[in-house]
């Protein structure tokens, strides 16, 4: 049974590797480079990365589900949703919602 301590855990682990990437990296880069550097790190260290999963998503009888994707599931446990922004505005919080609720 996954505990609170373990998603911490987790998440912890995750943002430790983002901040080795964005180092190393620097600002400035396509998003999908900092994606692919983050899923490496991860799974060079144990974890189980799945990239672009889509969301399902169905309006009405409408299948929309390769229309939405997150970056990153790590552990089958923590959505990891990648920005290279200067800020986090409130659509982007409201993005990951969105995707935690479908």
Do not use: W
């Amino acid at each position: 049974m996954t505990t609170q301590k373990d998603v911490n855990t987790l998440s912890h682990a995750i943002i430790g590797y983002a901040i080795e990437v964005h180092k190393e990296l620097g600002p400035g880069l396509l998003e999908s480079i900092y994606e692919k550097c983050l899923a490496h790190l991860l799974i060079q260290n144990g974890y189980t990365v799945v990239g672009q999963q889509s969301v399902p998503l169905n309006f009405k009888g409408l299948d929309l589900t390769c229309e939405l994707r997150f970056d990153l599931l790590v552990n089958d446990l923590v959505v990891v949703e990648l920005k290279t922004v200067d800020k986090i505005l409130p659509i982007h919080e409201a993005q990951i919602l969105s995707y935690l609720k479908l």
